[in-house]
T-cell receptor
Framework: DAGVIQSPRHEVTEMGQEVTLRCKPISGHDYLFWYRQTMMRGLELLIY????????DSGMPEDRFSAKMPNASFSTLKIQPSEPRDSAVYFC??????????FGPGTRLTVT | KQEVTQIPAALSVPEGENLVLNCSFTDSAIYNLQWFRQDPGKGLTSLLLIQSSQREQTSGRLNASLDKSSGRSTLYIAASQPGDSATYLCAVTDSNYKLTFGKGTLLTVNP
């Protein structure tokens, strides 16, 4: 298996632009998680899905952030409009049981 | 709210030394505990997962222990090598699948 796939690996954008991050989970996994990693706050859970349904989005920082999972093979995390403080590494993880998560390589987002 | 603390924040050792990384958590109602490795600019690699009912797990030169009642875990690395240099993250899972991470320990193994 190719593991969790994320794209793009790096994204540089200007403040105010829309940013879309993509994730393909491991085939057969029914849980998908989005995390954000910053130097100040470490790794934080933003939202997670079970069977394509959002279960807990309490970690989503603001209404500028939204996440979707239209099918079992694909999820997006969108930021609109983006701000410099959104600069971070965004990780996607998937799981079969929910209790052992496998992480993707991450997307490094820089908002100037 | 669960809080995970890792001590030390950074550690530098000579090659061949045995070492211990520490992790503590405030809420003992965990489902499991995982140790991850993160290389610079890379994702997270799971090293060991300990279920809440277990006391320890071993993989090669790595041994992780869990004392759930006291809210502590240790990661023991035997005969350290320069290739072990990375950031080691401890994370606990609650019953709602939420992972709470520590800030990590940056390990440098000098040849």
């Amino acid at each position: 298996d190719a593991g969790v796939i994320q794209s793009p690996r790096h994204e540089v954008t200007e403040m105010g632009q829309e940013v879309t991050l993509r994730c393909k989970p491991i085939s057969g996994h029914d849980y998908l998680f989005w995390y954000r990693q910053t130097m100040m706050r470490g790794l934080e859970l933003l939202i997670y899905f079970n069977n394509n349904v959002p279960i807990d989005d309490s970690g989503m920082p603001e209404d500028r952030f939204s996440a979707k999972m239209p099918n079992a093979s694909f999820s997006t995390l969108k930021i609109q409009p983006s701000e410099p403080r959104d600069s971070a590494v965004y990780f996607c993880a998937s799981s079969f049981s929910g209790y052992e998560q496998y992480f993707g390589p991450g997307t490094r987002l820089t908002v100037t | 709210k669960q809080e995970v603390t890792q001590i030390p924040a950074a550690l530098s050792v000579p090659e061949g030394e045995n070492l211990v990384l520490n992790c503590s958590f405030t809420d003992s109602a965990i489902y499991n505990l995982q140790w991850f490795r993160q290389d610079p600019g890379k994702g997270l690699t799971s090293l060991l997962l300990i279920q809440s009912s277990q006391r320890e797990q071993t993989s090669g030169r790595l041994n992780a222990s869990l004392d759930k009642s006291s809210g502590r875990s240790t990661l023991y690395i035997a005969a350290s090598q320069p290739g072990d240099s990375a950031t080691y993250l401890c994370a606990v899972t609650d019953s709602n699948y939420k992972l709470t991470f520590g800030k990590g320990t940056l390990l440098t193994v000098n040849p």
